[in-house]
Nanobody, 128 residues
Framework: VQLQASGGGLVQAGGSLRLSCAHS????????TVWFRQDPGKELEFVAAIRLRANKTYYSDSVKGRFTISRDNAKNTVYLQMNSLKPEDTAVYYC??????????????????????WGKGTQVTVSS
């Protein structure tokens, strides 16, 4: 499995960016796809996740209502639409995948840990 993140850049506060995570291989639908971010000197932070089989999305409180995660199964790609960007959103954004156990009960799938594969990051810089 190979993941390619793209779409980062420099944007002013209040602006928008859309990140893409392209997934190679035929197993795209069998994994949940997760976005993390990391600013230098800070810990890796969970941002959002999406699972096809369970039809579930997950967001951190810091991005809920501003970011939207979606997927295009025909293109094996997951998108992160980021609106109302803030300077504190500045970070390197990484996409990763975790095997989907296909469960649907609350709490049965933890999208914040245990990733199977990681892609290289894409830099997002939000100026004030």
């Amino acid at each position: 499995v190979q993941l390619q993140a793209s779409g980062g850049g420099l944007v002013q506060a209040g602006g928008s960016l859309r990140l893409s995570c392209a997934h190679s291989g035929r197993t795209f639908s069998q994994y949940g796809t997760v976005w993390f971010r990391q600013d230098p000197g800070k810990e890796l932070e969970f941002v959002a996740a999406i699972r096809l089989r369970a039809n579930k999305t997950y967001y951190s409180d810091s991005v809920k209502g501003r970011f939207t995660i979606s997927r295009d199964n025909a293109k094996n790609t997951v998108y992160l639409q980021m609106n109302s960007l803030k300077p504190e959103d500045t970070a390197v954004y990484y996409c990763a995948v975790k095997w989907d156990n296909f469960c649907s009960e609350d709490g049965c799938y933890d999208p914040t840990s245990g990733m199977d594969y990681w892609g290289k990051g894409t830099q997002v810089t939000v100026s004030s």
